[in-house]
């Protein structure tokens, strides 16, 4: 059977906005590719991430994937000893290119940092408030409404998960897990389906000793399923720049092995038509091997 890949860039800075989605555009025209691109639209305060520090595994992380390189100086500057710059207002053009060349576009966040290092402090009235900015920057960016969106650094809640409903998006993407479902969190059932994330991301893999650079792309074909679309989450700041010709080699070998990529969107509208069918499956906070902190992943099926 076929294996169905979808790529899904998050785009976290301005530097990736300007440099990794540039590149990343021009790859997957090379190989006629087309990936889901979600931005981060409002002000980039990379910087303010420092605060991290204090969390577990962090420090190990930073060793693993070289942050300075990966990000830039000017960036992890951002907010901190430099204006953080508005992405939305200062790239829209970068974005609307992506848009223009059939490649689907939703939200990651407004402020990045923030909604991944305080969603979990903010109230109701606060995150629907914060996520009504991103909405509104994509608007500005885009001239259209948001049909999905994937947060930052997978940190999802109830109220992030009702501001979906509010939003009336098609679909997020928004957690770890293994195939499409309803998102259940007590005794409540969200009705915007969730689209999770499958495949390990390569900064989680990078300068781990079981996993040699040389051999992760033969891994990440060997994780691909038939029965089940499979979601790969990658950053236009390391697969688009510091990784470009690592990732080209990978898509050149899964073309190479018959695998159809697709948009996020795709899958979604083809295994979304009857929501009925989704299962309803309890949405948790979890660990990830080679990711600090918590973030959101797939429960059981709790239908």
Known sequence: MTK????????????????????????????????????????????RAIKRIFRKGFLKKVSRTSVVSTYGLRTLMN????????????????MQKSAALG????????????????????????VSNEFGKALDAFKFA????????????????????????????????????????????GN??????QLPTTLPTLDE??????????????????Q??????????MHAEIEGMQHLTWFKSFLEK????????ETTDMIAQRLLADANELPVCEFLQGTIEGRSGTLAVQGENAS
């Open 4 to 47: 169905i890949l979808a790529l899904k860039i998050d785009v976290d800075t301005e530097r990736g906005t300007r440099i990794g989605v540039n590149q990343l555009l021009g790859l997957f025209s090379e190989l006629d590719i087309k990936a889901t691109f979600l931005y981060s639209l409002g002000p980039d305060n990379t910087g």
């Open 79 to 94: 907010g901190v000893l430099l204006p953080g710059p508005h992405i939305a207002k200062k790239h829209a053009k970068i």
């Open 103 to 126: 490649h689907e576009v939703g939200i990651h966040s407004y402020d990045h940092v923030k909604w991944q290092d305080n969603l979990f402090k903010m109230s109701p009235e606060q």
């Open 142 to 185: 885009f001239n259209l409404d948001a049909k999905t969106a994937g947060t930052a650094g997978w940190q999802a809640n109830a109220d992030s998960l009702q501001a979906y409903d509010n939003a009336e998006l098609t679909y997020g993407s928004d957690c770890r897990g293994e195939y499409p479902f309803l998102p259940k969190i």
């Open 188 to 193: 409540k059932v969200f009705k915007t389906p």
């Open 205 to 222: 893999l990078l300068g781990r000793p079981e996993h040699p650079e040389d051999t992760l792309a033969d891994f990440y074909l060997s």
């Open 224 to 233: 691909l399923r038939d029965d089940r679309p499979n979601v790969f989450t």
């Open 254 to 261: 899964a073309l190479a092995a018959g695998v159809v990529f």
